[in-house]
T-cell receptor
Framework: KNQVEQSPQSLIILEGKNCTLQ??????????LRWYKQDTGRGPVSLTI?????NTKSNGRYTATLDADTKQSSLHITASQLSDSASYIC??????????FGTGTRLQVFP | DAGITQSPRHKVTETGTPVTLRCHQT?????MYWYRQDPGHGLRLIHY???????DKGEVSDGYSVSRSKTEDFLLTLESATSSQTSVYFC????????????????FGSGTRLTVV
């Protein structure tokens, strides 16, 4: 069964600290993986997309990595800010156009 | 969210009543989607549209119907609302089907929080 699992479910960090969110998937064959950020009361917004051949991609303080062999991705946030408080959702596509969503990691950044 | 509007933002309704949620886009994107988001679940696709009057079912379509009479509008109808349909509903749009070739991924609306009592 195609699944996307994210860990941890929730995370609390202090402003200025770094953190890493994990995404493991069983989708096969694999096409691409996208990370979304969802602020409370808002819809998800795309942060980055990674395809099979990409290992690392950055978007400002966000860096996503992909290991297609182990079917794992991570999202690293550097020098966290209060505005980083949100849920982060990993979304995987296989050889169809269907999107498989993880349940997300809820990040809270405190001053 | 720029280019996509959902209405209403919040709604409380009684079991057994019909409910229609509206999604309006100004991006002229071909593809439109309705998802529901529930605790402990990832977003789940209800229905999607690939053009005017062209729609198809998603993974959780039972109890829902959709219509798209204009490119910019996609309506989701709960024919007879049940408590299990209490959820947050998101509309999304994209230039292509699937996320691979959509430069910015899907664009989501801000959601409609529906409570069925």
């Amino acid at each position: 069964k195609n699944q996307v699992e994210q860990s941890p479910q929730s995370l609390i960090i202090l402003e200025g600290k770094n953190c890493t969110l994990q995404c493991n998937y069983t989708v096969s064959p694999f096409s691409n993986l996208r990370w979304y950020k969802q602020d409370t009361g808002r819809g998800p917004v795309s942060l980055t997309i990674m395809t099979f051949s990409e290992n690392t991609k950055s978007n400002g303080r966000y860096t996503a990595t992909l290991d297609a062999d182990t079917k794992q991705s991570s999202l690293h946030i550097t020098a966290s800010q209060l505005s980083d408080s949100a849920s982060y959702i990993c979304v995987v596509s296989g050889n169809t156009d269907k999107l498989i969503f993880g349940t997300g990691t809820r990040l809270q950044v405190f001053p | 969210d720029a280019g996509i509007t959902q209405s209403p933002r919040h709604k409380v309704t009684e079991t057994g009543t019909p409910v229609t949620l509206r999604c309006h886009q100004t991006e002229n994107h071909r593809y439109m989607y309705w998802y529901r988001q529930d605790p402990g679940h990832g977003l789940r696709l209800i229905h999607y549209s690939y053009g005017v009057k062209d729609t198809d079912k998603g993974e959780v379509s039972d109890g829902y119907s959709v219509s798209r009479s204009k490119t910019e509008d996609f309506l989701l109808t709960l024919e007879s609302a049940t408590s299990s349909q209490t959820s947050v509903y998101f509309c999304a749009i994209s230039e292509t089907l699937g996320q691979a070739w959509a430069p910015r991924g899907y664009t989501f609306g801000s959601g409609t929080r529906l409570t069925v009592v």
